[in-house]
């Protein structure tokens, strides 16, 4: 999950300013939209006393807009102090790939209301939360990427780890290491294909191992490999 800040409303940066940040509370972090039902659905709750404006919107994996695949509704509407709401993720493609998983990334921007007992000083920010949505075909249901996890093939270019993944799952990891030394910035493989990630410079042995993030967020086993 990604969160980017940008600010609304600069009065000054004066001794003493404060900083005003939403609260709302994303109910996950990823969505996984099965291709047998008609609609994935997250929570939202506002844990805070004010208000705030939210706007949600579906980009591809390139992070282009994308309202031919999938529509978020409501896709901008106020949420009240302590408070709860429910977006619902629909999908608008004729059809999808029904032999692997298909990512999206679902935007949850939360933009604060003003209130006129802050401070003339005060920054007010709007948070954009930004999480995996991954379209699962229902041909794949029966399954899951921690168990077909095990099937990465792993290979050694010079200071560069491979990863092949055979599987039709975005296999997204929580942790990569070699002989014990991890990997910094490990993020995902696609379905049927390879992704390439830095060694430590003093990366040794052979040994690979790897936990992945479940469908829930949770971290899993660990796996073993060799080179």
Same mark, same amino acid.
């Given at each position: 999950m990604k969160t980017k800040i940008s600010a609304l409303l600069l009065a000054g940066f004066l001794a003493g300013s404060g900083i005003a940040h939403a609260g709302v509370i994303v109910g996950g972090t990823r969505v996984i939209y099965d291709g047998g039902k008609k609609e994935a659905s997250i929570s939202l709750e506002n844990p805070d006393s004010a208000p705030y404006l939210i706007q949600s919107w579906v980009e591809n994996e390139a992070g282009q807009s994308d309202k031919s695949s999938f529509i978020v509704t409501p896709p901008l509407f106020r949420l009240d102090g302590n408070q709860k709401n429910t977006l619902r993720i629909m @999908? *608008? /493609?004729p059809r999808l790939a029904a032999d692997r998983e298909t990512l999206y990334w679902l935007n949850i921007k939360s933009i604060p209301t003003a209130d006129p007992s802050r401070s003339e000083n005060t920054l007010q920010?709007? =948070? $954009? *939360?930004? =999480?995996?949505? %991954?379209?699962?075909? @229902? /041909?794949?249901? $029966?399954s899951s990427p921690e168990k077909a996890s095990s099937g990465l093939k792993w290979t050694r270019q010079g200071q560069t780890l491979a990863v092949n993944n055979p599987t039709p799952y975005y296999i997204n990891f929580q942790s990569v290491s070699v002989n014990g030394r991890p990997l910094e910035k490990v993020t995902y493989v696609a379905p049927h294909a390879t992704a390439l990630f830095s060694l430590p410079p003093d990366a040794r042995g052979n040994q690979i191992e790897w936990k992945v %993030?479940?469908?829930? +967020?949770? %971290? +899993?086993?660990?796996?073993?490999s060799s080179l």
């Open positions: @999908q *608008t /493609a920010l709007a =948070i $954009n *939360t930004r =999480i995996k949505l %991954i379209y699962r075909p @229902q /041909a794949l249901k $029966n %993030i479940s469908d829930y +967020g949770a %971290i +899993g086993a660990v796996h073993k």
